[in-house]
Nanobody, 120 residues
Framework: QAQLVESGGGLVQPGGSLRLSCAASGFDFSSATMSWHRQAPGKARELVAVVTETGRSLNAPESVKGRFSASRDNAKNTVYLQMNSLKPDDTGDYYC?????????????WGQGTQVTVSS
């Protein structure tokens, strides 16, 4: 079955960087639109990055534009989120999602999340 496993989270100081990884298995990764989402404590989950099947990054929200970038390696079935110039507001649980068009409908698969804490 489809599985997504995030890694790379942790504690980082403001201004620092982290790279998250999401390893996929159990589905046709090269056909999936991959995205990263985050959820801060007490807040709704929000989209932070999308990368298409061909590796094209779509518009990022203003809150992360110029600081976060997503990429993928279809040979490794892995999607990445590079986060630079991190701020305390970037603290939260980060999730990757795979969206596939199967049998005339979209199917979404989520990872379990990885925690990112930005604090001095």
């Amino acid at each position: 079955q489809a599985q997504l496993v995030e890694s790379g989270g942790g504690l980082v100081q403001p201004g620092g960087s982290l790279r998250l990884s999401c390893a996929a298995s159990g589905f046709d990764f090269s056909s999936a639109t991959m995205s990263w989402h985050r959820q801060a404590p007490g807040k709704a989950r929000e989209l932070v990055a999308v990368v298409t099947e061909t590796g094209r990054s779509l518009n990022a929200p203003e809150s992360v534009k110029g600081r976060f970038s997503a990429s993928r390696d279809n040979a490794k079935n892995t999607v990445y989120l590079q986060m630079n110039s991190l701020k305390p507001d970037d603290t939260g649980d980060y999730y990757c999602k795979a969206a596939l068009w199967i049998n005339s409908r979209w199917r979404d698969y989520w990872g379990q999340g990885t925690q990112v804490t930005v604090s001095s």
